[in-house]
């Protein structure tokens, strides 16, 4: 299961920084083409948490979209689909990938440390 050693190494590598701390909150980032599936992960980070100090962490995901753009014809779009479809404009197979392909852990906050302020929010909530 795929998912579930992503996960796991996840958290080994987040406990290997972070020691014993409890942590509040995990932010993973996980592409729309990275072929991982979020809600695998929701319940596989459920399980390998249990016992350790992540386990009363709340796990958030970011989800950024696929993004490609064709060679042929330069022209930018979203991929909506966990596979590089062919370029909606001419038909070309020649794409590169600009995003979606991110799999990595983006933020861990650490229970006890000082809150941020309200307005330190860096993700604004569009999309
Ligand atoms: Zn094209």
Do not use: W
């Not at 809600?39 to 459920?46: A, M």
């Amino acid at each position: 299961m795929h998912e579930l050693a992503i996960t796991q190494a996840a958290v080994n590598a987040i406990r290997q920084r972070m020691g014993d701390a409890p942590i509040r909150t995990v932010t993973l980032e996980i592409g729309a083409l990275a072929g991982v599936v979020v809600d695998s992960v929701r319940f596989c980070f459920e399980v390998v948490v249990d016992g350790t100090p992540l386990q009363d962490a709340v796990l958030e995901i970011v989800e950024p979209p696929g993004r490609a753009r064709c060679r042929d014809c330069a022209r930018e779009f979203v991929v909506e689909e966990p596979r590089i479809p062919l370029c909606p404009v001419c038909g070309g197979a020649n794409l590169s990938v600009l995003g979606g392909q991110e799999l990595r852990i983006k933020s861990v906050e650490v229970q006890g440390e000082c809150a941020q302020p309200a307005d330190a929010r860096t993700t604004p909530e569009s999309g």
